[in-house]
């Protein structure tokens, strides 16, 4: 049973930096391409990034280049993603997801329970 469990989530001032983390099980970890995307409330969820097995990232949305980074680590089975200089429009349920195809959410194959982030202005 494939399993993707989100943590890092919290309640941060505006400008400040938080580090999701998510732990995969269940599936061969390296050989999908691991996500995240985000939804916030009243709104569809949107793509944020995506990082393949050769660590090439998927170009990420305007609203976070410059301030958001995915990474992986295949070691143990985990994927991140740093958020810097947050704004309030950033504020939603974040979204682990593994075997993302294309940016939209319905071409993903495993998603996690979302952990919620708060940006408080």
């Known amino acids: 049973q494939v399993q993707l469990v989100e943590s890092g989530g919290g309640l941060v001032q505006a400008g400040g930096s938080l580090r999701l983390s998510c732990a995969a099980s269940?599936?061969?970890?390296?050989?999908?391409?691991m996500g995240w995307f985000r939804q916030a409330p009243g709104k569809e969820r949107e793509f944020v990034a995506a990082?393949?097995?050769?660590?090439?990232?998927?170009n990420k949305p305007d609203s976070v280049k410059g301030r958001f980074t995915i990474s992986r680590k295949n070691a143990k089975n985990t994927v991140y993603l740093q958020m810097n200089s947050l704004e309030a429009e950033d504020t939603a349920v974040y979204y682990c997801?593994?075997?993302?195809?294309?940016?939209?959410?319905?071409?993903?194959?495993?998603w996690g329970q979302g952990t919620p982030v708060t940006v408080s202005s």
């Open positions: 269940g599936l061969t970890f390296s050989s999908y391409t």
């Open positions: 990082i393949n097995k050769t660590r090439g990232i998927t």
């Open positions: 997801a593994a075997g993302v195809l294309t940016t939209r959410s319905s071409d993903v194959t495993y």
